[in-house]
């Protein structure tokens, strides 16, 4: 029997060092294209500014890209130091993706960086602007590869359990890739890395026009910016629903928690815009709700109902009882791999053996499990109520946030005045952070609503964590938030220090553009001169 609380401890370091890394991912996946947009303009155009705001840019994208690659390095050790018998479980399925993430994505990406940083002077402008276009598809196709991954961890397909072997094994390479889950995350994911690069570049564009420097490199960044972020929230949210929609048929008990829906009501049902859920009485205290908004936001349809946590219990013990038969056979088949009874009892019950798993934290011989431990277990099926239900709503509430700010923003720079909108400038400035919170939010939305799995409905996470001490875990922890504490205080420092000094005026300087939207207010105190 696992030690839950080493279990606990090695969620906790995995948590900690994944919310870490996941700051600058985004990002790094926003910048890459919005780079190669900027840089698209300067090769069309022939106007030296884009190529300066190309270079300025992509000096902040390095320092995030070189300190992401720090921070992610560790994080695919820890499935096989602290999630042993996880990766020993799924290591077939789960280590094909990151494995093509590695060869082909992270060396196409980290090859091409280097040429995208040193060959300015050395490569033709279409020849670089190319190069920028395979940074980004490098860094991109490494989202996808992980997000594989992580979609197996969500919805299993593609596999199925080998009883001799005692491993997930794949048979359908094409399922893992092109799942539902693993596309609309995908898609969901990079945008939100747009979005995030969007917001970070006009903000700090918002500054430079607050302290009244590099005005021209400002006002066409910041132009640049909230049109792309305008695009990218709007594709965020559309394509938040569609995952939501998918993961409505994968994880009903992720949607159940999300929306604080303890008992299931008939159609059309109200959605809970504000409500403080009690995981204990299974009740929400200071209910908001918004009446037929559920039904129609997870069905499409006003007739559409989605099963609450009552029901979803009665579900999991119904399988927790199935799923029993299926591991008694297991040991069964370990003594004897060709046991026809065994193989035949496996059979029937093969769909319910992760639900027997998880009576077994509760009965070692799951055989003799009593009612009260089954009904424990399946009140153990679903996730933790009140996280899920104001990750989400912060998630939601700063899209929309961004997404108002983006069309505002793009209202003042095609009138012209944005400059002059100090209020809103500051205003941008603080809503860096935003974006970056959400995505935390969002990722706390999709790994803590697959508990209690580690891969759902298969591989519950008491049972996936290596058998480390307490100790053991406890030092390990405290190192990771300490060196990832360093890692961000770095970032801060050489961001900070980058965008204090600016860009590099040399490029500016040597031709000054006919079309530019106005002259540096330095120049034209030279103009009127």
């Given at each position: 029997?696992?030690?839950?609380?080493?279990?606990?401890?090695?969620?906790?370091?995995?948590?900690?060092?994944?919310?870490?890394?996941?700051?600058?991912?985004?990002?790094?996946?926003?910048?890459?294209?919005?780079?190669?947009?900027?840089?698209?303009?300067?090769?069309?155009?022939?106007?030296?500014?884009?190529?300066?705001?190309?270079?300025?840019?992509?000096?902040?994208?390095?320092?995030?890209?070189?300190?992401?690659?720090?921070?992610?390095?560790?994080?695919?050790?820890?499935?096989?130091?602290?999630?042993?018998?996880?990766?020993?479980?799924?290591?077939?399925?789960?280590?094909?993706?990151?494995?093509?993430?590695?060869?082909?994505?992270?060396?196409?990406?980290?090859?091409?960086?280097?040429?995208?940083?040193?060959?300015?002077?050395?490569?033709?402008?279409?020849?670089?602007?190319?190069?920028?276009?395979?940074?980004?598809?490098?860094?991109?196709?490494?989202?996808?590869?992980?997000?594989?991954?992580?979609?197996?961890?969500?919805?299993?397909?593609?596999?199925?359990?080998?009883?001799?072997?005692?491993?997930?094994?794949?048979?359908?390479?094409?399922?893992?890739?092109?799942?539902?889950?693993?596309?609309?995350?995908?898609v969901h994911t990079s945008i939100a890395g747009y979005v995030t690069a969007a917001i970070f570049v006009a903000g700090i564009s918002a500054w430079y026009m607050l302290k009244n420097r590099h005005m021209e490199l400002a006002r066409r960044s910041f132009r640049m910016s909230v049109l792309f972020g305008v695009l990218?929230?709007?594709?965020?949210?559309?394509?938040?629903?569609?995952?939501?929609?998918?993961?409505?048929?994968?994880?009903?008990?992720?949607?159940?928690?999300?929306?604080?829906?303890?008992?299931?009501?008939?159609?059309?049902?109200?959605?809970?815009?504000?409500?403080?859920?009690?995981?204990?009485?299974?009740?929400?205290?200071?209910?908001?709700?918004?009446?037929?908004?559920?039904?129609?936001?997870?069905?499409?349809?006003?007739?559409?109902?989605?099963?609450?946590?009552?029901?979803?219990?009665?579900?999991?013990?119904?399988?927790?009882?199935?799923?029993?038969?299926?591991?008694?056979?297991?040991?069964?088949?370990?003594?004897?791999?060709?046991?026809?009874?065994?193989?035949?009892?496996?059979?029937?019950?093969?769909?319910?053996?992760?639900?027997?798993?998880?009576?077994?934290?509760?009965?070692?011989?799951?055989?003799?499990?009593?009612?009260?431990?089954?009904?424990?277990?399946?009140?153990?099926?679903?996730?933790?109520?009140?996280?899920?239900?104001?990750?989400?709503?912060?998630?939601?509430?700063?899209?929309?946030?961004?997404?108002?700010?983006?069309?505002?923003?793009?209202?003042?720079?095609?009138?012209?005045?944005?400059?002059?909108?100090?209020?809103?400038?500051?205003?941008?400035?603080?809503?860096?952070?935003?974006?970056?919170?959400?995505?935390?939010?969002?990722?706390?939305?999709?790994?803590?609503?697959?508990?209690?799995?580690?891969?759902?409905?298969?591989?519950?996470?008491?049972?996936?964590?290596?058998?480390?001490?307490?100790?053991?875990?406890?030092?390990?922890?405290?190192?990771?938030?300490?060196?990832?504490?360093?890692?961000?205080?770095?970032?801060?420092?050489?961001?900070?220090?980058?965008?204090?000094?600016?860009?590099?005026?040399?490029?500016?300087?040597?031709?000054?553009?006919?079309?530019?939207?106005?002259?540096?207010?330095?120049?034209?105190?030279?103009?009127?001169?």
């Amino acid at each position: 029997m696992h030690d839950i609380t080493v279990v606990d401890l090695s969620r906790l370091q995995f948590a900690a060092t994944a919310l870490y890394h996941f700051l600058f991912v985004p990002l790094t996946l926003g910048m890459t294209f919005m780079l190669a947009a900027m840089e698209t303009v300067y090769v069309v155009t022939g106007k030296v500014i884009y190529k300066q705001i190309t270079q300025f840019w992509g000096k902040l994208f390095l320092i995030n890209f070189a300190l992401g690659v720090a921070t992610g390095l560790t994080m695919e050790f820890q499935f096989g130091t602290n999630w042993s018998f996880y990766s020993s479980f799924v290591g077939d399925i789960f280590g094909a993706p990151l494995a093509i993430e590695g060869l082909m994505a992270f060396f196409l990406e980290s090859t091409f960086v280097g040429l995208m940083v040193f060959g300015w002077h050395r490569l033709k402008p279409g020849q670089h602007l190319a190069v920028t276009y395979l940074v980004a598809l490098g860094s991109n196709l490494s989202a996808l590869w992980i997000l594989v991954a992580n979609a197996f961890m969500q919805d299993p397909v593609g596999a199925h359990f080998n009883p001799t072997t005692m491993r997930m094994e794949l048979n359908d390479f094409a399922a893992l890739i092109f799942s539902s889950d693993a596309q609309a995350k995908f898609v969901h994911t990079s945008i939100a890395g747009y979005v995030t690069a969007a917001i970070f570049v006009a903000g700090i564009s918002a500054w430079y026009m607050l302290k009244n420097r590099h005005m021209e490199l400002a006002r066409r960044s910041f132009r640049m910016s909230v049109l792309f972020g305008v695009l990218s929230t709007a594709g965020v949210i559309t394509l938040g629903d569609a995952l939501g929609f998918v993961g409505a048929e994968a994880q009903p008990t992720k949607l159940a928690a999300m929306e604080g829906l303890w008992k299931t009501e008939s159609a059309p049902m109200p959605f809970n815009l504000m409500a403080f859920p009690s995981q204990e009485k299974q009740t929400n205290y200071g209910e908001v709700k918004v009446p037929y908004v559920l039904s129609i936001l997870v069905t499409h349809s006003l007739t559409g109902t989605v099963p609450g946590v009552d029901v979803l219990e009665q579900r999991a013990a119904e399988r927790i009882r199935g799923g029993i038969p299926a591991v008694s056979s297991l040991k069964m088949l370990s003594a004897d791999p060709n046991d026809p009874v065994a193989l035949n009892q496996f059979s029937t019950h093969e769909k319910d053996l992760g639900y027997g798993f998880l009576v077994k934290r509760y009965a070692d011989d799951v055989t003799t499990a009593t009612d009260a431990q089954i009904a424990q277990a399946a009140k153990d099926s679903i996730p933790h109520v009140a996280t899920m239900f104001w990750s989400f709503r912060v998630m939601v509430l700063l899209g929309l946030g961004m997404l108002a700010f983006f069309v505002l923003g793009l209202i003042y720079t095609l009138r012209n005045t944005v400059q002059h909108k100090r209020t809103f400038l500051k205003f941008a400035v603080w809503m860096i952070p935003a974006p970056f919170l959400a995505c935390e939010a969002g990722w706390l939305v999709a790994e803590i609503g697959r508990q209690p799995w580690t891969v759902y409905g298969l591989l519950p996470t008491w049972m996936s964590a290596s058998t480390h001490s307490v100790g053991y875990m406890v030092f390990s922890l405290i190192g990771f938030v300490a060196v990832y504490t360093v890692f961000i205080v770095i970032e801060m420092f050489l961001m900070v220090r980058a965008i204090r000094k600016g860009p590099d005026d040399s490029a500016g300087d040597a031709e000054l553009d006919r079309g530019d939207l106005s002259l540096p207010a330095s120049r034209k105190t030279l103009a009127e001169a």
